[in-house]
């Protein structure tokens, strides 16, 4: 048995609470129950005794003492009684006491008193002991002696046993029937954690199919949710890796392929006029600028997983900036007969931000903008949404994205519907360093798609406090 499973640690965490709880209170229930009935048996003992103290005293015949006796005796209530001198005039089953022997001056002081007399006593060495109980014979306010009557302390302790001994089963019964629960719920709540520790080390095995069954609602079955989604994000996680490395792959053979063809065919002079040179020129050129983008993409990557990315932070003009960017893709845009529409409030005061990385992050969203679109138009909106920030839009009239796709098109190496992938090219890096550039300069992106209708991204960047102050 492993000594260290949960199981065993929380029954036994349970175990001992129950213990604590169970050994003081069962203390406790003894001692009430034994003074309980303890002053039960001396509240009797009193009422025998005054009744017979009362019996005596008031009778008329002088035979009463016998008759009390008697009836003692036939009762098995162990008493005697005194008369007003403290002389012991009648014994009924009383060990060592005879009649004509004296109880104590205290013991006759309190009685002739009117006190009640309560007290342990023995008889004789190593003899039975009694609790007893007396009380004094009056008559017309005048002293005639005592009576007392008396229990024997081994029968009180008898019963007490009997007593202790029901509780002590019943304590043992509930203990037995509290441990079998507390195994039963201990195994109930660790067995899933157990499910759920083999489980992640499939995982981390690279088991990525491993899943873990939700049964309840609680912690328990929330944290066997994660686990699962844990699961199925390693595995798209791990097949847009894949993917990734070999569209890269893909991706740098083609520039390099054309770039190593058209270098041999100029190099050579294969070519039939200095036009052709300069196409396979622009082509090489092409190719290289595209080959250079993509190196520049796996960089800033990398630095994004080391936490190294350097941003030169400065006021900047974001109209200036967005400008430049609609400026240099518009050729592009003509090129596939794309209408690119700019809207450009004036008012929009400077942002606190990283002047080039600004520029790559409209770069990369217009590029794809006009990538995914064969007609139609991409426009792009600045405005200060409210006093604390502005609101870029890049929208488009291109494919659009499917709507069970959009929740993951910012995670890296992901690309949507690989056919399409295929089709358009891309590393799909662009939207993971867009976004991460985004937030490192606190702003924030979200998408908006139909698919076959368009897309939309809504980009928002606080003010300079300084600016927005002056604006105010």
């Not at 009193?46 to 002088?62: D, G, M, Q, T, V």
């Not at 089953?93 to 309560?118: C, K, R, W, Y």
């Not at 083999?198 to 944290?223: F, N, Y």
């Not at 006021?315 to 700019?342: C, H, T, Y």
């Amino acid at each position: 048995m492993r000594w260290n499973r949960i199981s065993i640690k929380m029954g036994a965490s349970i175990i001992f609470l129950l213990l604590t709880i169970l050994l003081p209170l069962g203390f406790v229930i003894d001692q009430v129950v034994y003074g309980f009935y303890v002053d039960e048996e001396k509240q009797e003992m009193e009422k025998l005794s005054s009744r017979y103290a009362s019996a005596i005293a008031h009778s008329n015949n002088r035979m009463m003492v016998q008759m009390v006796t008697t009836m003692a005796d036939f009762s098995q209530i162990p008493l005697y009684v005194t008369d007003e001198e403290g002389q012991i005039i009648a014994n009924a089953g009383v060990p060592g006491i005879t009649v004509g022997s004296s109880i104590s001056e205290e013991d006759l002081v309190a009685l002739s008193g009117g006190e009640t007399i309560t007290k342990e006593y023995k008889a004789g060495e190593g003899g039975e002991k009694f609790l007893v109980s007396g009380q004094a014979m009056e008559s017309e306010n005048t002293f005639m002696g005592g009576v007392f009557v008396l229990s024997s302390v081994e029968s009180i302790d008898q019963s007490i046993q009997r007593i202790r001994l029901m509780l002590t089963l019943s304590g043992v019964g509930v203990f037995f029937l509290a441990l079998g629960l507390t195994l039963v719920l201990s195994r109930k709540l660790s067995d899933p954690l157990v499910h759920m520790e083999r489980a992640t080390r499939h995982i981390a095995k690279g088991d990525l199919k491993t899943r873990v069954h939700v049964s309840t609602r609680d912690e328990t079955g929330s944290l066997a949710q994660a686990i699962n989604d844990l699961a199925v994000d390693l595995q798209r996680y791990q097949d847009s890796r894949r993917e990734f490395f070999a569209n890269v792959s893909h991706e740098l053979r083609t520039p390099i392929t054309y770039l190593g063809g058209y270098a041999r065919i100029v190099n050579k002079g294969l070519y039939e006029s200095e036009e052709e040179k300069e196409k396979y020129l622009a082509i090489m050129q092409k190719e290289a600028t595209r080959l250079k983008r993509m190196i520049e993409d796996l960089f800033d990557l990398a630095k994004m997983e080391e936490g190294k990315v350097d941003l030169e932070m400065e006021a900047i003009d974001i109209k200036e900036v967005l400008e430049n960017v609609v400026e240099r893709m518009q050729l592009r845009a003509e090129e596939k007969g794309i209408d690119m529409i700019s809207t450009l409030e004036n008012n929009v005061p400077f942002l606190y931000g990283d002047g080039m990385r600004m520029e790559q992050i409209f770069y990369n969203l217009l590029e794809n903008a006009l990538r995914y679109t064969e007609d139609g138009t991409v426009t792009v909106d600045l405005k200060l949404e409210c006093q604390e920030r502005v609101l870029i839009s890049i929208e488009d009239t291109g494919i659009g994205i499917p709507a069970e796709e959009q929740p993951y098109i910012f995670e890296r190496f992901y690309r949507v519907e690989k056919s399409r992938a295929r089709k358009y090219g891309g590393t799909g890096l662009g939207l993971a360093i867009t976004k991460e550039l985004i937030e490192l300069q606190g702003g924030s992106i979200a998408v908006s798609s139909q698919e076959g209708k368009g897309t939309r991204f809504d980009i928002r960047f606080p003010i300079i406090p300084d600016e927005k102050e002056e604006q105010t």
